[in-house]
């Protein structure tokens, strides 16, 4: 079914004549976030520059603290943004589910919030919150809290005491070495954790215990040498781009059986140090090995469909890295390959490559 997009900066506005009304913000740890407006889900982040200030708030009725906005059209809205602020505003309206608190110079959340037991989203990037400032109880009595923001602060480990109802979990371009013991132990509805740019090196078996619904995990841009053997089994997508591996063994991705989409460019991988059965996962899909050091085609699954290879160092090409034998039934699904910025050319294609990939759609050389 077509879809028609229609792009409304900074949001991107998704319409389909079947399916809910969402729209998706490019923002907030790198990974969209869709709103459901037909859930009356604020259709904005912001309202900075949007709006009139004075005449919101001569206009409303409902109380509202005077560091924050209140709009009318979405009541159990309080955006309080880019104001500057040390603190968290104090007498906040029972009604609200939404607090937008991003971009302010926060260090800490204060019991204010204790009070606030309906939130839905909490958004606090760009702020600067220090771990040893955060109170356990704040964030523990956040029964309905499903979405929690807190990129490009300045904590080191994850935030104590979460609430179990947390769906998505953004803490992207922080200072998180450690993950404190059962942190994530009471999770069991988070599908979405945002954990790029930190400086974690390694995750223990009980580090990510509770984990059983996590769909997307993002560790990229940290400090890790090889890749963390206690990862959630529920993971579909796997993101551990711009880490410095030294390699991948034969046991690197066993036991995600789900595992749908692996990132992993920029982590300086050599092709000497890719065991031949790494990637042999039968339920892979995407796989990005872009902007690394290969001189070989690594051997992948028949079943992958996107394999993204550009600016390595590639320099002859293998059909057996995509089929180790050809037939009828026994042909890969590759549907696009990229090979471009290698050390190869299209001349260079051996005569049967066509037979092997018989599904692709594109091919760059």
């Known amino acids: 079914m077509a879809l028609l997009y229609c792009a409304v900066l900074p949001l991107l506005l998704c319409v389909s004549a079947t399916v809910p009304d969402f729209q998706v913000d490019l923002d907030y740890g790198g990974v969209?976030?869709?709103?459901?407006?037909?859930?009356?889900?604020?259709?904005?982040?912001?309202?900075?520059?949007?709006?009139?200030?004075?005449?919101?708030?001569?206009?409303?009725?409902?109380?509202?603290?005077?560091?924050?906005?209140?709009?009318?059209?979405?009541?159990?809205?309080?955006?309080?943004?880019?104001?500057?602020?040390?603190?968290?505003?104090?007498?906040?309206?029972?009604?609200?589910?939404?607090?937008?608190?991003?971009?302010?110079?926060?260090?800490?959340?204060?019991?204010?919030?204790?009070?606030?037991?309906?939130?839905?989203?909490?958004?606090?990037?760009?702020?600067?919150?220090?771990?040893?400032?955060?109170?356990?109880?704040?964030?523990?009595?956040?029964?309905?809290?499903?979405?929690?923001?807190?990129?490009?602060?300045?904590?080191?480990?994850?935030?104590?005491?979460?609430?179990?109802?947390?769906?998505?979990?953004?803490?992207?371009?922080?200072?998180?070495?450690?993950?404190?013991?059962?942190?994530?132990?009471?999770?069991?509805?988070?599908?979405?954790?945002?954990?790029?740019?930190?400086?974690?090196?390694?995750?223990?078996?009980?580090?990510?215990?509770?984990?059983?619904?996590?769909?997307?995990?993002?560790?990229?841009?940290?400090?890790?040498?090889?890749?963390?053997?206690?990862?959630?089994?529920?993971?579909?997508q796997l993101y551990l781009s711009n880490n410095t591996l030294t390699g991948l063994d034969k046991k690197s991705f066993v036991g995600f059986n789900d595992l749908k989409y692996l990132r992993l460019s920029h982590c300086s991988l050599k092709s000497l140090g890719i065991h031949q059965e790494a990637f042999n996962v039968s339920s892979l899909m995407e796989l990005d090995l872009s902007y690394n050091n290969l001189t070989l085609i690594p051997t992948v699954h028949t079943s992958l469909e996107y394999l993204y290879l550009e600016v390595n160092q590639i320099q002859e090409f293998n059909v057996t890295s995509f089929c180790r034998e050809v037939g009828p039934l026994s042909y890969s699904r590759m549907k696009i390959l990229r090979l471009d910025g290698n050390k190869m050319s299209y001349q260079q294609l051996p005569p049967d490559w066509v037979f092997c990939l018989r599904a692709l759609h594109h091919i760059y050389i």
């Open 32 to 236: 969209p976030l869709w709103i459901d407006r037909l859930m009356g889900e604020p259709s904005v982040l912001s309202l900075h520059g949007r709006i009139n200030r004075a005449w919101y708030r001569a206009n409303n009725p409902e109380v509202c603290p005077l560091q924050c906005d209140c709009p009318i059209q979405w009541p159990t809205a309080l955006y309080c943004d880019h104001r500057g602020l040390a603190e968290i505003p104090d007498s906040l309206p029972g009604r609200m589910q939404y607090l937008f608190l991003q971009g302010n110079n926060i260090s800490s959340l204060s019991s204010v919030l204790a009070n606030a037991t309906g939130l839905r989203w909490l958004i606090l990037d760009q702020n600067q919150l220090q771990s040893d400032k955060l109170d356990k109880g704040v964030l523990q009595n956040q029964t309905q809290l499903c979405y929690l923001f807190a990129n490009h602060n300045n904590l080191s480990s994850i935030p104590s005491g979460l609430p179990a109802g947390l769906r998505q979990l953004r803490l992207a371009h922080n200072q998180i070495s450690t993950v404190n013991p059962g942190a994530f132990q009471n999770l069991r509805n988070l599908t979405l954790l945002l954990l790029q740019g930190n400086r974690l090196q390694t995750i223990t078996q009980e580090d990510l215990k509770g984990l059983i619904s996590l769909n997307l995990l993002d560790i990229s841009e940290n400090l890790f040498s090889t890749v963390p053997r206690h990862l959630p089994a529920s993971v579909q």
